[in-house]
C-alpha cells in the first residue's frame, strides 16, 4: 500500500497538526508497525494456512477475538478504500484541470467540506466493485509495476523536488505547541503519526509469509524491519520535500498535497505524469483493500457469524458478489459524504486497535500455548508486545475524541450483531 497514506494524508497531518516535524510523526509511527509487524508474523508462522488477522485470532485466540479483530479489519479495509478514492478523486481533478475539463467544485466535496457530494469517489468504488464482481486475478506482475511505478514517483518527487525546497518553509521546523490543541510540539508529532499511521495500513501484509520463509526466524525480522527502514526513510524524505515546497498551511484540507507541491518546481510535463501515475497506483490500492474486506466479511459469515448472504458465491463468476455490492453502497456513502481527514483518522484508530490486539494476543499465546511450534518467534517477549501496545495506544490517544467516539459505536455494533445473530450460528465452537 506504499504511497496511499503519503500522497493523501501527509498534508493534512502537517496542515492541522505537526507542520514540517511531520518527518518525525513518520517515525513514530513506524516504530508503532515494526513492533506490530514482528507480534503479526507470529501469529502468522503458527498457522498452516495463509490468511488475515481474523483466522490467525479464530485459530488461536477463540471466535469472540476473532470476531473483534475481523469487525475491526472490516472498518480498516472499507474506509481505508474510502479514504484513498477521495484522494483519487482530488488527483483526477488535477489532470482534468490540466486538460482544461472543470468539475464543479460542490461535486468534489463532502459536505463538511462546502460541497454537496464526491462524484468522483463514489464512481470509482462503484466501478471498482464492480470489477470485483466479475472477477479479478491479480497479476503479480501487475502488482509489481504498480509498486515500482509508486516508489518512483515517490523517488522522482524527491530528487527534482530537493533543489526547489524554501528552506524558510520548514522554520519553525516543530511549531510551538497551542496549549489544550494537538497542533505543534510533541502532542503535534504525536498526533501526526496516527494520521500518518494509514501509510503503513497493509504492512503487516509482510508477516503473512512467515510460512514461505527458508528460515523465519532470522529471515522474518530482516524481511519486515528492513523494509520498514526503507519505508520509512523514503517517507521522511518525502515529507521533507514536501514541506520544504511550500508552506506546511497551504495544505490544509488538500486531498492531493503531492500534485500542490510539486506544481511549484515548473516541470509541468512531469507534474501531469506523476498525477497520472498515482491515480494508477490509487486505483490498484482501492481494488485490493475492497478485496481484502470482501474477503473478511466472506470468511466471517461462512464460519456463521453473519447472514450466509454474505458467503453466496456468484453462479457465473464465484465471487461473493453480495457482500461486494453491500460495500459497493457502504464504501461509497463514506467516500461521497465524509471528509477525507474524518475517514483518515477513522483508519489509523481501526489500524492501531487491531494492532494492539495483535501485540496483546503474543503475550496471551505464549502463556496459553507455550509449546505449539512457531517458525518465528518474536524476540524478547513480553518486552516487544509491550512496546508495541504502548506505541499504539500513545498513537490511538492522539486521535480526536471523535475518532474515539466512532471506534466506539462501530464495536458497540459488532459486539450486538455477535450476542444476538454470531454466537447463536456459529459454525464452529470454542
Known amino acids: 500500500f506504499i504511497g496511499a497514506g503519503l500522497f493523501s494524508l501527509t498534508g493534512i497531518a502537517a496542515a492541522d497538526h505537526a507542520g514540517p516535524a511531520v518527518t518525525l510523526s513518520f517515525v513514530l509511527a513506524a516504530f508503532g508497525c515494526a513492533f506490530a509487524g514482528l507480534c ?6 503458527m498457522i498452516p494456512v495463509a490468511g488475515s488477522a481474523y483466522t490467525y485470532s479464530y485459530a488461536t485466540m477463540g471466535e469472540f477475538i476473532a470476531w473483534i479483530i475481523g469487525w475491526d479489519l472490516v472498518l480498516e479495509y472499507a474506509l481505508a478504500a474510502a479514504t484513498v478514492s ?9 489532470f482534468l484541470q490540466q486538460l482544461n475539463i ?3 467544485q460542490e461535486f468534489l466535496h463532502a459536505p463538511a467540506d462546502g460541497g454537496i457530494i464526491n462524484l468522483p469517489a463514489i464512481f470509482i468504488v462503484c466501478l471498482l466493485s464492480l470489477v470485483l464482481i466479475r472477477g479479478t486475478k491479480e497479476s503479480a506482475f501487475i502488482n509489481n509495476i504498480l509498486v515500482i511505478l509508486k516508489v518512483t514517483v515517490v523517488i522522482v518527487f524527491i530528487v527534482l523536488g530537493w533543489n526547489h525546497i524554501t528552506p524558510e518553509n520548514h522554520i519553525p521546523f516543530i511549531p510551538k505547541n497551542i496549549p489544550g ?10 498526533a501526526g503519526a496516527a494520521v500518518v499511521f494509514f501509510a503503513f495500513v497493509g504492512f503487516d501484509a509482510v508477516s503473512t509469509a512467515a510460512q514461505e520463509a527458508k528460515n523465519p526466524q532470522k529471515g522474518m525480522p530482516i524481511g519486515i524491519l528492513g523494509s520498514l527502514v ?13 514541506t520544504g515546497l511550500v508552506p506546511y498551511t497551504t495544505f490544509k484540507g488538500d486531498a492531493s498535497p503531492a500534485a500542490t507541491a510539486f506544481a511549484v518546481t515548473g516541470y509541468t510535463f512531469l507534474q501531469t505524469v506523476l498525477i497520472l501515475a498515482i491515480i494508477a497506483g490509487y486505483t490498484s490500492v482501492i481494488l485490493v483493500m475492497l478485496l481484502g474486506q470482501s474477503r473478511v466479511f466472506y470468511s466471517m459469515s461462512n464460519d456463521g457469524l453473519l447472514p450466509s448472504f454474505f458467503s453466496d458465491v456468484h453462479k457465473k463468476f464465484s465471487t461473493p458478489w453480495k457482500t461486494n455490492l453491500f460495500f459497493l453502497v457502504f464504501v461509497s456513502i463514506f467516500a461521497g459524504f465524509v471528509p477525507i481527514k474524518d475517514l483518515g483518522h477513522m483508519v489509523s484508530i481501526g489500524t492501531l486497535f487491531a494492532f494492539t490486539l495483535v501485540c496483546i494476543g503474543i503475550i496471551i499465546m505464549r ?9 518465528f518467534k518474536v524476540p524478547f517477549v513480553p518486552l516487544i508486545p509491550i512496546l508495541g501496545v504502548a506505541v499504539c495506544l500513545y498513537l490511538m490517544s ?5 475518532s474515539w467516539y466512532r471506534l466506539l459505536i462501530w464495536l458497540a455494533i459488532g459486539i450486538f ?3 444476538f445473530y454470531g454466537k447463536k450460528n456459529s459454525k464452529i465452537k470454542d
Open 86 to 94: 477521495v484522494s483519487w478523486s482530488a488527483y483526477l481533478d488535477k
Open 417 to 419: 450483531i455477535y450476542f
Open 230 to 242: 526503507i519505508c520509512t526513510i523514503l517517507y521522511v524524505l518525502f515529507s521533507w520535500v514536501m
Open 102 to 104: 472543470f468539475i464543479p
Open 367 to 375: 502463556k496459553k500455548m507455550p509449546n505449539i511450534e512457531r517458525k
Open 181 to 190: 490543541t494537538q497542533f505543534g510540539g510533541m502532542p503535534g508529532i504525536a
Open 40 to 45: 503479526y508474523a507470529e501469529f502468522a508462522s
Open 398 to 402: 492522539s486521535l480526536t475524541l471523535e
